[in-house]
């Protein structure tokens, strides 16, 4: 592959032809593929793909299974990043053996561009899906933040620029947590449901144009600036 070129499915690599003419050899080093199946008959997360340098491209000895190197595997467990089909990826050889494939990295190229680009002091380290959720690790120098982002708006973000934990919707609605203090702000309507809230607080103050109950309500000391009502006398069924 020349520069950072598509690596054409159709079309055999000149800058590789010499080296792989001779279908008896064996391939050592690393080579451009292109992935053409990532539903693993065998559910071990491998790829297939298809070495379009080859002398054969369409032949199976050349449209290996290739396992995924990743940055950990195990029994259950692991990271979980398969490439998608149409992806470019860079494959070696065990023993040089074209069948037995490993894919150990990806590549972008002049079709599949990268999702962010290269600022003056490099502060960027992303992840992005498919779909575009993506994790972004921001390192600017004092204003350190790491987001969690959906592509409908959705937002989880730390930043110690503010010292601040926000998690924030595309409605308008948010909750943030700072060094003065917690913000719960609603768009429309904020609903609490449990068996039981206790609020413990040393004072509280709440500013609405009118509060409606149901039920009974018991208090140990009320102090009224204005009362609205002829009389009023403690007990069950006082509205006030």
């Given at each position: 592959?020349?520069?950072?070129?598509?690596?054409?499915?159709?079309?055999?690599?000149?800058?590789?032809?010499?080296?792989?003419?001779?279908?008896?050899?064996?391939?050592?080093?690393?080579?451009?593929?292109?992935?053409?199946?990532?539903?693993?008959?065998?559910?071990?997360?491998?790829?297939?793909?298809?070495?379009?340098?080859?002398?054969?491209?369409?032949?199976?000895?050349?449209?290996?299974?290739?396992?995924?190197?990743?940055?950990?595997?195990?029994?259950?467990?692991?990271?979980?990043?398969?490439?998608?089909?149409?992806?470019?990826?860079?494959?070696?050889?065990?023993?040089?053996?074209?069948?037995?494939?490993?894919?150990?990295?990806?590549?972008?190229?002049?079709?599949?561009?990268?999702?962010?680009s290269v600022g003056s002091d490099n502060n960027i380290r992303s992840l992005t899906s498919r779909s575009g959720i993506k994790i972004t690790l921001d390192d600017t120098r004092g204003a350190v933040t790491l987001t969690l982002r959906t592509p409908g708006g959705q937002q989880v973000e730390l930043s110690d620029a503010g010292n601040t934990v926000t998690a924030s919707d595309s409605s308008g609605n948010s909750l943030e947590l700072a060094p003065g203090g917690v913000t719960l702000t609603a768009a429309s309507k904020l609903s609490i449901s449990a068996p039981t809230i206790t609020v413990d607080c040393g004072s509280a103050t709440v500013n609405s144009g009118m509060w409606t109950y149901s039920g009974a309500i018991q208090c140990n000391a009320i102090i009224a600036s204005t009362v609205i009502g002829s009389s009023y006398t403690p007990g069950a069924g006082n509205v006030w």
């Open positions: 592959m020349s520069g950072h070129t598509v690596l054409d499915p159709n079309a055999t690599d000149l800058s590789l032809q010499a080296l792989v003419s001779d279908p008896g050899r064996h391939y050592y080093g690393v080579y451009p593929a292109l992935v053409t199946d990532n539903s693993d008959p065998h559910g071990q997360g491998r790829v297939r793909v298809r070495l379009p340098w080859a002398p054969d491209p369409d032949a199976a000895e050349f449209s290996p299974w290739a396992r995924l190197a990743t940055m950990n595997a195990g029994d259950g467990r692991g990271s979980w990043f398969v490439p998608e089909v149409g992806d470019e990826v860079l494959v070696s050889f065990g023993a040089g053996n074209p069948r037995d494939a490993y894919v150990v990295g990806s590549l972008w190229n002049g079709r599949d561009s990268a999702p962010e």
